[in-house]
């Protein structure tokens, strides 16, 4: 007879397993649809459509698979933005729609809340979109944003609620939630995300009273030592950093990914620290301090100057990630960095590339990409 610690263990897996699921999205073949026709930036949402392929392929698992992770910077809109666009945030992101959609899964951070409102009484509002926002992250083929960053609370609880239930209803995945790692999953394998904020804005409970995740040492090894049962490669994305006019990594930032890691992470990535840092390691483990912005009316060059992040993996191992220099153009469109400034993008390329090279960690210059190898 089995043991009642046994039991207990099999029981525990079990209810493990049925959570992993609800937070799991799953890879389609109609996201290969989206591949094929990227050059038309207006997609539809194909979100429900592969949750019915998905049904249908639950059960198959590859021996050799390739995936990739596209992940965009943070975007943080409203003000600015909504007026340069007349609300129309559709063509902030017409750029690089053929970039986004060809990954097969794309994650980003959002710091900005949604109402359902047409138009914001106030255009001038920070950080507050209408629900036209919707379709732009439809056409980038998000499938999951994190709302796990310090502006989520400026605004309500009921706001915040009806941003999440906005995103929900578009089948865009809320991650950051408190005790809730996320998955990405192809062929039966899977990429884990544990998503956390700590960057603080008046008190913990701001945020803990609406399911946020707040970075703390002992809640984090506890969702990665789950997300590791459950996954075969985890993620760590951290809301980081001194704030948006400071630039550079802190002795903070490099104290969280090496506990991280040494907590099972096998990679870590952050938002809200500004300005590209060059790729390194810790126990032969990636670290990208931050991913930038996707998209912000902050006018530091610094914050304007991003990269996209296609993380590509063989058989659940990461074998390399392409960095696709952007640039933030009049807080209103988002360009290939080489369509800006051909000249400033290959400087920028160079810098972060070299300073990459120099931490130890193989990088090359191809393609307008940056390309590092592991």
């Given at each position: 007879?089995?043991?009642?610690?046994?039991?207990?263990?099999?029981?525990?897996?079990?209810?493990?397993?049925?959570?992993?699921?609800?937070?799991?999205?799953?890879?389609?073949?109609?996201?290969?649809?989206?591949?094929?026709?990227?050059?038309?930036?207006?997609?539809?949402?194909?979100?429900?459509?592969?949750?019915?392929?998905?049904?249908?392929?639950?059960?198959?698992?590859?021996?050799?698979?390739?995936?990739?992770?596209?992940?965009?910077?943070?975007?943080?809109?409203?003000?600015?933005?909504?007026?340069?666009?007349?609300?129309?945030?559709?063509?902030?992101?017409?750029?690089?729609?053929?970039?986004?959609?060809?990954?097969?899964?794309?994650?980003?951070?959002?710091?900005?809340?949604?109402?359902?409102?047409?138009?914001?009484?106030?255009?001038?509002?920070?950080?507050?979109?209408?629900?036209?926002?919707?379709?732009?992250?439809?056409?980038?083929?998000?499938?999951?944003?994190?709302?796990?960053?310090?502006?989520?609370?400026?605004?309500?609880?009921?706001?915040?609620?009806?941003?999440?239930?906005?995103?929900?209803?578009?089948?865009?995945?809320?991650?950051?939630?408190?005790?809730?790692?996320?998955?990405?999953?192809?062929?039966?394998?899977?990429?884990?995300?544990?998503?956390?904020?700590?960057?603080?804005?008046?008190?913990?409970?701001?945020?803990?009273?609406?399911?946020?995740?707040?970075?703390?040492?002992?809640?984090?090894?506890?969702?990665?030592?789950?997300?590791?049962?459950?996954?075969?490669?985890?993620?760590v994305d951290i809301h980081w950093g001194k704030g948006e006019a400071s630039f550079g990594v802190t002795t903070q930032m490099e104290e969280m990914a090496k506990f991280v890691i040494e907590s099972g992470a096998d990679l870590v990535m952050g938002t809200h620290a500004i300005g590209i840092q060059p790729i390194s390691t810790y126990?032969?483990?990636?670290?990208?301090?931050?991913?930038?912005?996707?998209?912000?009316?902050?006018?530091?060059?610094?914050?304007?100057?991003?990269?996209?992040?296609?993380?590509?993996?063989?058989?659940?191992?990461?074998?390399?990630?392409?960095?696709?220099?952007?640039?933030?153009?009049?807080?209103?469109?988002?360009?290939?960095?080489?369509?800006?400034?051909?000249?400033?993008?290959?400087?920028?390329?160079?810098?972060?590339?070299?300073?990459?090279?120099?931490?130890?960690?193989?990088?090359?210059?191809?393609?307008?990409?940056?390309?590092?190898?592991?």
């Amino acid at each position: 007879m089995l043991s009642f610690v046994a039991l207990s263990s099999v029981a525990s897996m079990k209810l493990l397993e049925k959570k992993a699921e609800k937070s799991t999205i799953k890879y389609a073949k109609d996201k290969e649809e989206a591949k094929d026709n990227s050059s038309d930036f207006v997609v539809e949402n194909n979100h429900d459509e592969k949750k019915q392929d998905n049904q249908k392929s639950d059960n198959n698992y590859s021996e050799n698979t390739n995936m990739d992770l596209m992940v965009l910077g943070e975007i943080m809109m409203g003000g600015k933005v909504t007026t340069n666009l007349d609300y129309n945030y559709l063509m902030a992101f017409k750029n690089i729609y053929d970039l986004t959609k060809k990954a097969d899964f794309t994650y980003a951070n959002l710091s900005t809340n949604i109402t359902n409102l047409d138009k914001i009484e106030d255009a001038k509002t920070n950080y507050l979109v209408t629900k036209n926002i919707l379709s732009a992250f439809n056409a980038l083929g998000l499938d999951a944003l994190s709302i796990a960053n310090d502006h989520i609370t400026d605004y309500p609880s009921e706001i915040i609620k009806n941003t999440e239930s906005l995103l929900e209803e578009n089948s865009i995945y809320v991650a950051g939630k408190k005790d809730m790692p996320m998955y990405f999953e192809k062929d039966g394998k899977k990429i884990a995300i544990v998503s956390t904020n700590s960057v603080i804005i008046g008190t913990k409970e701001n945020y803990t009273k609406n399911g946020i995740s707040v970075y703390d040492e002992n809640n984090i090894k506890k969702n990665i030592q789950e997300a590791k049962k459950m996954a075969d490669f985890v993620i760590v994305d951290i809301h980081w950093g001194k704030g948006e006019a400071s630039f550079g990594v802190t002795t903070q930032m490099e104290e969280m990914a090496k506990f991280v890691i040494e907590s099972g992470a096998d990679l870590v990535m952050g938002t809200h620290a500004i300005g590209i840092q060059p790729i390194s390691t810790y126990n032969g483990k990636p670290i990208i301090y931050t991913t930038g912005y996707a998209m912000t009316d902050l006018e530091y060059e610094t914050t304007k100057v991003s990269y996209l992040f296609d993380l590509k993996f063989e058989n659940t191992k990461l074998s390399s990630i392409e960095m696709t220099p952007i640039y933030i153009k009049d807080a209103k469109e988002v360009l290939q960095y080489k369509n800006y400034d051909e000249v400033a993008a290959n400087i920028n390329m160079k810098s972060i590339c070299n300073r990459t090279i120099e931490n130890g960690v193989n990088a090359e210059i191809s393609d307008n990409k940056i390309i590092v190898k592991f």
